[in-house]
């Protein structure tokens, strides 16, 4: 469960992708049509609570969902998917060899 948990938050915050094949990402597309920017920001996506795994808190799922939100805006809304592309793929590589128990307050993931 965890693997594929983690794949999904990591494309959610790096790329602003949300995949999931099989529904059970606590991150979903809202069904309201997000027809302006400021609909894209508010209403495009939600956090399912009844899809929280236990170690993730409110708090936490708030700000992956915000992460995602910001990407997906950057790239969406203000037309700047360069940004996206430079620094995506770095952090998501670097995320992507973290070990269990080195998520947490990992600097490498930075981009400042």
Do not use: H
Request: charged share 20%; hydrophobic share 45%.
């Amino acid at each position: 469960m965890c693997v594929p948990l983690f794949d999904m938050i990591r494309r959610w915050v790096f790329e602003g992708v949300l995949e999931d094949p099989a529904c059970e990402f606590f991150i979903v597309p809202s069904s309201t049509n997000t027809s302006s920017n400021r609909d894209l920001w508010r209403d495009a996506y939600r956090i399912e609570p009844a899809k929280l795994p236990p170690f993730i808190n409110a708090e936490l799922a708030a700000t992956i969902l915000r992460a995602g939100k910001s990407i997906n805006f950057l790239r969406d809304a203000c037309n700047d998917a360069r940004w996206v592309q430079e620094w995506a793929p770095g952090a998501s590589e670097a995320a992507a060899e973290l070990g269990y128990g080195q998520v947490w307050g990992c600097a490498v993931l930075s981009c400042a």
